[in-house]
């Protein structure tokens, strides 16, 4: 069931990129003052990140919440897509690591929201109206409801998009970020025993280590949730079209789908952003950015800064078209230091 709606809300947010699925896995096995202490031999999770080990559930890999830039959705000022090593580097600072990883989830949850709000005009703006007065206003209420509530969405991503930028300190020059790098929705291993055998840990990273199982948790059953709503939707739809349901039966299952979407985005929002908490409280300062990324997701966009510009050739306008087109600068190139190596066993 879970996996029918994950196909759906792939399909429904990947076109230029995608925001959601990550994990963590530190890598540590040289040890050196100011870095952390883990079980050695073990730079790669299971998962593909340097921190944390993420086991994937044997039922498949676990729930994703699409996010993808520039389209009829996204309406506004020209955006294109940030990973989050860049949105790291960039900001000069990783002190502010966590207020940024922090905002670059909660923009990534922003996107994710305004897709499903689009979803959802389309999805109403196809129910037949029926003959009856009362059915037309209950359906032109609904409607009226899902248009406020993607023009909502929208705002919020605006305000959220300046805060990255804020954040980053980014030229008012550039496209506003939607994000690239998806967020974690594999379990996550935190190591708190290895990590705190000989230091103390705070109350609230004691904290965070007990909740993100439940917060894991919580993100399959959403998505359960919201694949049965999704289908709720389909029968109510197909009985009220041969007179066999009233309008409000479609509209109730309509409204029920826009929930359980919104509560599957808030869960990944959350555990993510509990699990950058955990990273920055565990990981070094003098760690570099990508390193640092990729104990909280298991592939980051690589990214570097050229010598005469940091705008990527995939930039695109809310229409979709290119900023930048190839052979100028600014492209993503990754790190030798990134190349993929094999799970350990």
């Known amino acids: 069931?879970?996996?029918?709606?994950?196909?759906?809300?792939?399909?429904?947010?990947?076109?230029?990129?995608?925001?959601?699925?990550?994990?963590?896995?530190?890598?540590?096995?040289?040890?050196?003052?100011?870095?952390?202490?883990?079980?050695?031999?073990?730079?790669?999770?299971?998962?593909?990140?340097?921190?944390?080990?993420?086991?994937?559930?044997?039922?498949?890999?676990?729930?994703?919440?699409?996010?993808?830039?520039?389209?009829?959705?996204?309406?506004?000022?020209?955006?294109?897509?940030?990973?989050?090593?860049?949105?790291?580097?960039?900001?000069?600072?990783?002190?502010?690591?966590?207020?940024?990883?922090?905002?670059?989830?909660?923009?990534?949850?922003?996107?994710?929201?305004?897709?499903?709000?689009?979803?959802?005009?389309?999805?109403?703006?196809?129910?037949?109206?029926?003959?009856?007065?009362?059915?037309?206003?209950?359906?032109?209420?609904?409607?009226?409801?899902?248009r406020a509530e993607l023009a909502e969405a929208r705002s919020e991503?605006?305000?959220?998009?300046?805060?990255?930028?804020?954040?980053?300190?980014?030229?008012?020059?550039?496209?506003?970020?939607?994000?690239?790098?998806?967020?974690?929705?594999?379990?996550?291993?935190?190591?708190?025993?290895?990590?705190?055998?000989?230091?103390?840990?705070?109350g609230r990273i004691r904290a965070i280590h007990r909740a993100l199982p439940g917060r894991h948790e919580a993100i399959g059953l959403w998505s359960t949730a919201a694949t049965a709503a999704e289908q709720a939707f389909a029968g109510s739809e197909a009985e009220h079209a041969k007179g066999r349901l009233p309008i409000e039966s479609v509209i109730g299952s309509h409204a029920l789908l826009g929930v359980q979407q919104r509560g599957l985005i808030a869960a990944v929002k959350a555990y993510n952003c509990e699990i950058a908490e955990y990273v920055m409280s565990v990981a070094d300062l003098g760690l570099p950015d990508d390193q640092f990324a990729a104990m909280l997701i298991p592939a980051p966009t690589p990214w570097s800064l050229q010598p005469t510009g940091v705008l990527p050739t995939n930039a695109t306008t809310v229409e979709g078209g290119p900023i930048s087109t190839p052979g100028q600068p600014g492209r993503f190139s990754p790190p030798p230091t990134l190349s993929p190596s094999p799970p350990p066993r």
Not at 183 to 194: G, K, N
């Open 1 to 146: 069931m879970a996996s029918v709606f994950l196909e759906h809300l792939v399909k429904l947010v990947r076109a230029a990129a995608v925001v959601l699925i990550a994990a963590m896995s530190l890598d540590a096995a040289a040890e050196s003052p100011g870095e952390i202490g883990l079980p050695p031999a073990d730079p790669i999770a299971a998962d593909g990140t340097r921190s944390v080990v993420v086991a994937t559930p044997p039922g498949g890999p676990p729930a994703e919440i699409p996010v993808r830039p520039a389209d009829a959705s996204l309406a506004g000022p020209p955006t294109r897509p940030l990973g989050l090593v860049e949105a790291l580097f960039r900001s000069g600072d990783r002190s502010r690591r966590l207020w940024i990883t922090q905002a670059y989830w909660k923009l990534a949850a922003k996107v994710a929201i305004v897709r499903c709000a689009g979803d959802a005009v389309e999805r109403i703006d196809l129910v037949a109206p029926g003959a009856e007065p009362h059915a037309r206003a209950v359906l032109d209420a609904a409607t009226a409801e899902a």
């Open 157 to 202: 991503l605006a305000v959220a998009q300046q805060e990255l930028v804020d954040l980053i300190r980014l030229p008012i020059t550039e496209p506003l970020p939607i994000p690239l790098d998806p967020p974690l929705t594999a379990a996550y291993q935190t190591h708190f025993e290895s990590i705190f055998a000989n230091r103390p840990a705070t």
